[in-house]
């Protein structure tokens, strides 16, 4: 970890990971939304996907628009997958999902089907959205099994230290330890 920390502030703050070859990290699936071929948050993400992808983390990329329920390979968007096709094509990886988590929300509250998560233990909704603005939304994605991360390097960084350490804890920082969900 402290190798990678002095790596990342030599790259002027590009995450760059360093691996013990000793250390296994987990295979992943990626879920991303993307709202149109151009959508450059999507780009974005998969900027920082390709960074994790150099430092030997296995990922699964699959897109979806509006809802995850459907989601098509980069190769080809007319090819559709369920959830659970995904959880049966990919088994025993972890889920990393791309999304401000709207599409898991129907009128203020958690869509019905979230349960088609479940072959999933550990999922990850990674946003957008600025920590010190997350509210309810993100609260009852983590009382969800979610983790919620900020889609960023901070994001990712916590997302290594957790798989290195082997916990899965609601995302703390000295600045945000106190932090109280907005409405």
């Known amino acids: 970890l ?44 998969i900027t920082l996907l390709k960074q994790l992808l150099a430092a030997g983390v296995s990922i699964h990329r699959y897109y979806f628009e509006t809802d995850p329920r459907h989601c098509y390979p980069e190769s080809n968007h007319f090819a559709t997958f369920t959830l659970s096709e995904l959880a049966e094509l990919h088994p025993n990886h ?20 979230l349960s088609q998560f479940s072959p999933w233990t550990k999922r990850t909704l990674f946003t957008l959205v600025a920590p010190d603005q997350w509210g ?13 991360l900020p889609a960023q390097e901070a994001g990712f960084k916590y997302l290594m230290t957790q798989l290195h350490t082997n916990t899965w ?15």
């Open 136 to 148: 309810k939304r993100e609260h009852f994605l983590e009382q969800a099994n979610f983790l919620v």
């Open 2 to 45: 402290h190798t990678t920390l002095d790596r990342t502030i030599q790259a002027t703050g590009w995450f760059t990971p360093v691996l013990i070859t000793t250390e296994h990290f987990p295979e992943y699936l990626a879920l991303i939304e993307r709202t149109s071929c151009q959508d450059q948050q999507a780009e974005l993400i």
């Open 169 to 183: 804890q609601s995302y703390q920082t000295a600045s945000l330890s106190a932090r109280s969900w907005h409405s």
């Open 94 to 113: 972890g889920l990393m999902m791309f999304s401000e988590g709207n599409c898991l929300f129907h009128t203020g509250q958690l869509v019905p089907w």
